[in-house]
């Protein structure tokens, strides 16, 4: 139980990191909650455990704030991974809200043709896609400038 103490703290403290850095922090975070643990159990003339592991990590403060101490270290590749993951969701959500849009225009309307169906959401995907990352800033970083 202790080990996912630890563990879930350390995720929400490196979450938005680089994986390189998130390595390296876990580590160094993972030594200093066990030494602390083992300093305040000894101070406290009891084993480590659970309400010990807690009350280290209590004395760390919120993950966020944590967090908010370390530089922004991403490398390139996780920048990529990260906006691979963004397109993905958005892609996602687009296609659930068009298959939404199907299945009413065929309620009202009666069947349609899926050529000009899969066209016209194409269409409006990579508007709305190209209006979204140029809103969000995020069309300079995809091309490097």
């Not at 140029?134 to 400038?145: E, V």
């Given at each position: 139980?202790?080990?996912?103490?630890?563990?879930?703290?350390?995720?929400?403290?490196?979450?938005?990191?680089?994986?390189?850095?998130?390595?390296?922090?876990?580590?160094?975070?993972?030594?200093?909650?066990?030494?602390?643990?083992?300093?305040?159990?000894?101070?406290?003339?009891?084993?480590?455990?659970?309400?010990?592991?807690?009350?280290?990590?209590?004395?760390?403060?919120?993950?966020?704030?944590?967090?908010?101490?370390?530089?922004?270290?991403?490398?390139?590749?996780?920048?990529?991974?990260?906006?691979?993951?963004?397109?993905?969701?958005?892609?996602?959500?687009?296609?659930?809200?068009?298959?939404?849009?199907?299945?009413?225009?065929?309620?009202?309307?009666?069947?349609?043709?899926?050529?000009?169906?899969?066209?016209?959401?194409?269409?409006?995907?990579?508007?709305?896609?190209?209006i979204h990352l140029?809103?969000?800033?995020?069309?300079?970083?995809?091309?490097?400038?």
């Open positions: 139980m202790r080990n996912d103490l630890i563990k879930n703290y350390i995720n929400k403290v490196t979450k938005n990191m680089g994986s390189k850095q998130r390595d390296e922090v876990s580590k160094e975070l993972t030594a200093h909650i066990l030494d602390s643990a083992d300093a305040l159990a000894d101070e406290k003339r009891l084993e480590v455990d659970d309400d010990i592991i807690q009350e280290i990590i209590r004395r760390m403060g919120p993950a966020e704030d944590l967090a908010a101490m370390y530089p922004e270290d991403k490398t390139v590749s996780d920048k990529i991974l990260d906006h691979l993951i963004y397109l993905g969701k958005f892609t996602g959500l687009f296609i659930v809200i068009c298959i939404i849009m199907n299945i009413v225009l065929t309620l009202l309307f009666g069947p349609i043709t899926l050529n000009g169906f899969i066209l016209v959401c194409f269409v409006i995907y990579v508007v709305l896609l190209v140029i809103r969000y800033k995020l069309l300079p970083k995809i091309l490097g400038r």
